[in-house]
Structures are given as structure tokens and as C-alpha cells.
């Protein structure tokens, strides 16, 4: 059986529950999702309020980076093989995370109302704001075009 750890980067202000709530539904959709594909997932969510007590030693910057950067001292594999948030606006901490692992390719996915989300950037909106002040880039599939295809088959038709 495979195993995936995710981490969860859940707002500051979600409650206990709330955090415990998420991470259920997280796993068990990620372990069905796994399970259409024939290949059972074990899968290991830990909220960011748990890394962070474990982890933080002071330096906001350096905790986001290790996020991404942190390996297994044993194995030596990443402790974080995907990176999940819950809202399309994320705080600075979030966000440090967030681009620390799209540019290693890590995969990051925003998690809301049931589904998951392919995310592919990010970008500040409110600079002012470091609880609230980036938005995350969603991947979106490409559109059917609505131009003609060519060649372009036009009858023949003769001027009288």
C-alpha cells in the first residue's frame, strides 16, 4: 500500500474541530480517490498548527521553507509529498509554502466544499494584509475552441 503525508494549511483561526473535521474529509476523499484507481493510499494529513509545534523555531521564513525542504533523517524521503489549503485566499505563511513547493513541483491543492483543485500560482491582492493578502492561481482546463478548424471547407459555388 502506498503512503502519502500531506500537509494541511489551514487558517490560523480555525478552531480545533474544525482543523480535525477537515482533515477527515481530506483523507477520506484523497483515500476514494486513490481507491477508483485500483491502487489503496494510506494517507497521513497534519494541520500546520501541529507542524508548527513541533517545527517552529522562531523564524516564519524558515519554517515555511522547511515545509517543502524537510526530509525524513532515516529514509531520507520529503515528509511532505503534497501541500493542501482550504480557501483560495491564504495569509503570508500559507503563501511562503505555497510558492516554496510549486517551485520545486511539489503539488499543491486547494481543498474547498468537497473538491479538489489543481493549484498552479499564486499572487499578492492587499499587501497591507498577512492574514489574507494573496490569492492562489488555479489550473483550469483548456477550453473547446470556438474558431473554425482548418482547413476550412467551403462549398463550391459558382457566380451567375
Given amino acids: 500500500m502506498n503512503r502519502i503525508r500531506v500537509f494541511f494549511g489551514h487558517p490560523a483561526g480555525l478552531s480545533s474541530d474544525g482543523i480535525d473535521a477537515a482533515s477527515k474529509e481530506l483523507r477520506g476523499l484523497l483515500r476514494a480517490r486513490a481507491e477508483k484507481t485500483g491502487r489503496p493510499l494510506k494517507v497521513s494529513v497534519v494541520p500546520g498548527r501541529d507542524d508548527h509545534k513541533l517545527n517552529f523555531t522562531g523564524d516564519w521564513d524558515a519554517w515555511a521553507k522547511a515545509i517543502v525542504s524537510r526530509k525524513d533523517s532515516i529514509t531520507l524521503k520529503r515528509h511532505y509529498d503534497m501541500i493542501v489549503v482550504p480557501s483560495e485566499t491564504v495569509g503570508r505563511a500559507t ?66
Fill in 95 to 160: 503563501a511562503q509554502i505555497v510558492e516554496a513547493a510549486l517551485t520545486v513541483g511539489r503539488p499543491v491543492i486547494l481543498f474547498d466544499e468537497g473538491t479538489l483543485k489543481k493549484v498552479v500560482g499564486i499572487h499578492q491582492h492587499d499587501p497591507e494584509d498577512w492574514q489574507g493578502g494573496f490569492t492562489l492561481d488555479l489550473w483550469e482546463p483548456p477550453q473547446e475552441s470556438t474558431q473554425l478548424k482548418l482547413p476550412l471547407e467551403v462549398p463550391n459555388v459558382r457566380n451567375s
